[in-house]
């Protein structure tokens, strides 16, 4: 499950299978080439040799992003794997993994490495993941963890019985914990209205496939009850 797979030019995601609190919900890396030819690795997986060869094939791996609290697991080896990789994290995941070595927090400003090229903006009032959005101008995607999920056919009957009940199977969008998550819905709507500002088309989740189109419509829906003041 490692091959990259192309979905537009100089963007790929890799996947790979992931349990979380026992059930089977997958996860995936999105890599991003920029004009430069360097490459930018969103939310890394384990770099094995075959994955490794495939990324050395389409351009050198410069930078990678922890976007969540909660999406960190391999990011400290991309470093080890590839020398000279910089790091950047999302807010706070420097207290639960003092032992990153990272070039900085990321926030609502893209580093002079991809700005203008990727937009981002760390989604406030969600303490829990602490996520940062991102937004491959190019292709008009929107790259995202845990902000929403996309579950289809394919998902393993236990987590598809799961995501019945939390109304997050068969549909893009948040399931009906997210409400919970949100402390701040003041702060989480601002971050979620900027988001909306992009353009988009194609939203590229962690867990569930990926929405080739009618993202950013899918995404204003899913959130109606965060938008409605």
């Not at 303490?127 to 929403?148: G, K, M, Q, W």
């Not at 402390?183 to 601002?190: E, G, I, L, T, V």
Request: aromatic letters at 10%; glycine letters at 8%.
């Amino acid at each position: 499950m490692s091959d990259l797979r192309k979905l537009a030019d100089d963007l790929w995601v890799a996947e790979r299978r992931q349990r979380f609190y026992g059930l089977e919900v997958g996860t995936r890396m999105t890599v991003i080439r920029l004009a430069s030819g360097d490459l930018l690795l969103h939310s890394p997986l384990r770099l094995d040799p075959d994955l490794r060869r495939q990324l050395d094939a389409i351009g050198p791996v410069r930078f990678a992003v922890a976007p969540n609290r909660v999406h960190h697991l391999y990011a400290g080896e991309v470093a080890q794997v590839y020398p000279g990789t910089r790091l950047w994290v999302a807010p706070g995941l420097a207290r639960k993994r003092p032992d990153l070595r990272f070039e900085g927090e990321l926030g609502d400003e893209a580093p002079p490495e991809w700005r203008g090229q990727v937009d981002q903006t760390f989604f406030r009032g969600r303490p829990y993941e602490n996520e940062v959005a991102f937004c491959h101008r190019a292709s008009r995607t929107l790259i995202i963890c845990d902000l929403a999920f996309n579950f289809g056919p394919a998902t393993a009957t236990p987590t598809r019985l799961l995501m019945q009940l939390l109304r997050s199977y068969g549909r893009f969008g948040p399931s009906t914990l997210d409400p919970l998550l949100i402390r701040d819905r003041a702060a989480a709507r601002q971050s979620l209205e900027r988001i909306l500002g992009w353009d988009f088309d194609r939203v590229i989740v962690a867990h569930g496939d990926v929405l080739e189109r009618g993202g950013r419509e899918g995404l204003r829906s899913g959130y109606h009850w965060l938008l409605r003041r």
